[in-house]
């Protein structure tokens, strides 16, 4: 997790466990979320492209439990930015691809307004739900953190937990053909 660089955007994301060796590369703790850590791998390649988008499977790590380990999740998240792209544009894209993965993974979802994520928009953004499980949130990012990270860009998005969405029931869709002789 960079600490450093999350507060000098004005991201919130906390570490529940610390390094000790915290002086390499400004990580001070393990990451709780993905999307800041891709958040920075953007604003780090902002200048080079006019469009980024850069996603990451990986673990990260909340809530210290009772005997001293912490919970670890699967998530994916993607990033988006763009010059040229709208709003608009950027989010409908995230929604494909959950759209898509859930084709293919987990049948239906169902994307909810009531976001309580500091690093999303308070009304462009929304939480991603199977029946009554959350699977992740997307969304445009806050415009206070867009600001700090790039004026010109606009930037979308999205954090699924894969393991809740792995554990959803796919849904089975019956298809019925048509006859071949229709009635008159």
Do not use: W
Not at 113 to 139: A, F, R, W
């Amino acid at each position: 997790n960079y600490e450093d660089y999350n507060k000098s955007v004005g991201i919130e994301s906390p570490s529940y466990i610390s390094l000790l060796d915290s002086s390499k590369s400004g990580q001070s703790g393990i990451r709780s979320e993905l999307a800041p850590t891709m958040i920075k791998f953007a604003d780090e390649n902002k200048n080079k492209f006019d469009n980024i988008g850069i996603f990451e499977i990986g673990r990260t790590f909340d809530e210290l439990l009772e005997n001293n380990l912490v919970n670890e999740k699967k998530k994916l998240a993607i990033v988006l930015a763009s010059e040229i792209e709208t709003e608009k544009t950027l989010y409908f894209r995230l929604k494909q691809v959950v759209e898509y993965l859930a084709t293919f993974v987990s049948g239906k979802i169902n994307f909810e307004n009531g976001v309580e994520n500091n690093l999303l928009h308070p009304i462009n953004s929304c939480k991603i739900t199977s029946g009554n499980i959350t699977i992740g949130e997307m969304g445009i990012m806050h415009p206070a953190i867009n600001k700090n990270v790039d004026k010109r860009k606009t930037f979308a998005v999205l954090e699924l937990d894969v393991n809740k969405l792995l554990e959803i029931q796919k849904v089975d869709f019956k298809v019925t053909p048509t006859s071949k002789f229709q009635s008159v």
